[in-house]
């Protein structure tokens, strides 16, 4: 199930377009603080956003710029605007479709499953997208996401940089002092707390991916990643 995330004023078409995706068993959230919809887009955390250009607060094309600066999610955009320049400046600005009003909400529809299919699906790996993989746990650093089969969760920045780091020398004992350089670049006053958290944080994710006891902890050392997601699936 992805989830897509709507910036949409107006909340009529807001609620038939989330109607419509949810039809399609994906589910769709929207957005009512148009003045915070960058902190909206990091605690909802999609596979989509539809993205209207008249907004209150600030337009479209700026919540667009904003979103840039921390993710590569795919942005459709959905306007009333048929000019050709703000088509343009839509695209200058990080969306990556879009779709003029009114529009059929199948196309609608069709344009989601596009992107999905691009950034998520079987086009990714053929687009040169950057994925870590070791039997069958796949991590997509650049979209945050880390899936086993037909399961996937989001992680934060710094999870991905943890995941990442494990994963590259899974099997192997990883330093703490390497694990807290990748973390942070200046880790002389991090409290010894601050890695703990997030190593919590990364088993909990595993956990909802049904993988149990991968991360052990090497005390006074470092950590380990184990295949123990093999052997579950080998049973």
């Not at 494990?166 to 010894?192: A, M, S």
Request: hydrophobic share 40%.
């Amino acid at each position: 199930m992805y989830r897509i995330m709507i910036v949409e004023d107006d909340a009529k078409i807001a609620q038939l377009l989330q109607s419509h995706i949810e039809k399609y068993g994906n589910e769709a959230v929207i957005t009512t603080e148009f003045g915070k919809v960058l902190d909206q887009f990091q605690q909802i955390r999609p596979h989509v956003v539809l993205m209207d250009i008249n907004l209150p607060s600030f337009d479209g094309f700026y919540w667009c710029r904003q979103i840039r600066t921390v993710s590569t999610c795919p942005i459709i955009f959905i306007s009333a605007r048929s000019g050709e320049m703000d088509q343009v400046r839509a695209i200058e600005n990080g969306a990556d479709d879009y779709l003029t009003k009114p529009f059929h909400y199948e196309v609608v529809m069709a344009k989601i499953r596009s992107q999905l299919r691009r950034v998520y699906g079987d086009y990714a790996a053929s687009a040169g997208e950057r994925l870590i993989e070791r039997s069958g746990l796949t991590l997509y650093p650049e979209r945050m996401e880390l899936r086993l089969q037909d399961k996937s969760v989001a992680l934060t920045k710094k999870e991905t940089v943890l995941v990442e780091t494990l994963l590259e020398r899974c099997q192997r004992l990883v330093g703490r002092e390497t694990i807290l350089e990748k973390l942070w670049d200046d880790y002389t006053y991090v409290d010894d707390n601050a890695l703990s958290v997030n190593i919590t944080r990364v088993r909990k994710k595993l956990a909802e991916l049904g993988i149990e006891d991968a991360l052990e902890t090497v005390r006074g050392t470092g950590y380990r990643l184990n295949e123990t997601w093999r052997r579950e699936a080998g049973r």
